[in-house]
């Protein structure tokens, strides 16, 4: 009885020790880093911004050629061709990467579904403004050899000559329904015929930014 | 052990995966466009008993048997330009004439081998037929088999029979 009371007792002091031992401690180095710390701040620069990326078209102010997306496509036959010129401009600060477009049509018809008969797409750029007499002078180049109106319902990845900052593309938009071999017969339209239909689309560019950078200065 | 471990993995996780989202997510700029419009024209011909005759659908047409010059016409119902149509006429017997005759566009015959304005154009038989058939334009056709014969007339036009592609620039 006495020996487990001595136990006791010896167990309850080595608790009250280690306590205050381990308070002593956090009470010394609380006061000692908090004594150690330093700042050092610039004085001058450090600006940060960010830039810009953006994209915008417009029709071309070419007189003659100023029709862009906006103008109606109207009775368009097998074999016709219809030119518009659009120009694009990274009017953005920061440099682009790979641009692709998509189209989006209101209504699906032989038009937009059928990759033969349906209407097809050839993209040329021009370095400056392009003629009203579809001429550019410096020679044109291919953005996008001819692609049928159905594959633009997945992004192309177009072939601009420039994507940098302030950039600007006078495109040309070949839009052409080919000749095909319909034949009406007694004034009956063949079967999944282009003729008659009508339909209305939304061209979408879209820009990723140019490779990041890390700089080291 | 494990009922504690778990939960923490999953969290670590599920961080780790919102980090590489966010690393994937490049800036990209879009524009779109104004819709543009677009719609096709129709080649459509038929033949037809007068010059205001309604789509067939496409019934050949059945003139009368008679030995007597008959006659009928090609509109041209579409909004494409047709420049020449294939006709295709069955006789009911194989000694008749071949030949017919067609006038100008919108001209009527005025008798037999005879064009209210203008000179008759023979064709020797079935086949094309050149035309400037507009859009509501018509054709005049006269058909005199010399002999008592059920002429069956069916009109056919190919997207190779219509006006030379437009190449707009706009």
């Avoid at chain 1, 339209?189 to 879209?206: N, R, Y």
Wanted: hydrophobic fraction near 45%.
């Amino acid at each position: 009885m006495i020996r487990s009371i001595k136990l006791k007792t010896q167990a309850t002091r080595l608790l009250v020790i280690t306590t205050a031992a381990l308070g002593a401690v956090g009470l010394i180095s609380s006061s000692v880093y908090a004594s150690l710390i330093a700042t050092a701040s610039n004085t001058s620069g450090g600006s940060i911004t960010s830039g810009t990326l953006k994209l915008t078209q417009a029709p071309s102010t070419v007189v003659g050629i100023t029709g862009g997306f906006a103008t109606a496509i109207t009775a368009l036959a097998p074999g016709d061709t219809v030119k518009r010129y659009v120009d694009l401009t990274n009017t953005g600060t920061l440099d682009g990467d790979t641009v692709t477009l998509e189209s989006v049509a209101s209504v699906a018809n032989a038009l937009t579904t059928d990759g033969t008969a349906g209407l097809q797409v050839t993209i040329n750029e021009c370095a400056v403004a392009w003629t009203n007499a579809s001429v550019c002078t410096p020679g044109a180049t291919s953005v996008l050899a001819q692609t049928s109106l159905l594959a633009f319902a997945s992004a192309q990845t177009l072939n601009l000559s420039s994507v940098v900052a302030g950039a600007i593309n006078h495109l040309q938009f070949v839009i052409t329904l080919p000749a095909g071999s319909e034949v009406t017969v007694n004034g009956v339209l063949p079967a999944g015929t282009v003729q008659g239909l009508s339909t209305s689309l939304t061209w979408t560019f879209t820009e990723t930014l140019r490779t990041n950078t890390t700089t080291n200065n | 052990m494990s009922r504690i471990n778990a939960p923490l993995i999953i969290a670590f996780g599920l961080t780790l995966a919102g980090v590489v989202s966010a690393a994937n997510a490049v800036p990209i700029a879009t524009t779109a466009s104004a819709a543009t419009s677009v719609s096709t024209g129709t080649i459509i011909a038929y033949p037809s008993i007068s010059t205001t005759g309604a789509n067939p659908n496409g019934t050949a047409l059945t003139l009368a048997n008679t030995s007597l010059p008959q006659y009928f016409y090609v509109l041209n119902s579409g909004s494409i330009e047709i420049v020449s149509v294939t006709i295709t006429i069955s006789y009911s017997s194989t000694t008749a004439k071949k030949s017919f005759l067609h006038c100008g566009q919108n001209v009527l015959f005025a008798g037999t081998n005879t064009c209210a304005s203008g000179i008759p154009v023979t064709v020797a038989g079935s086949g094309a037929v050149t035309l400037n058939l507009t859009p509501g334009s018509w054709y005049a056709f006269e058909i005199d088999a010399k002999k008592v014969v059920t002429p069956t007339i069916s009109v056919s036009v190919s997207s190779a029979q219509i006006r030379a592609a437009i190449n707009s620039n706009s």
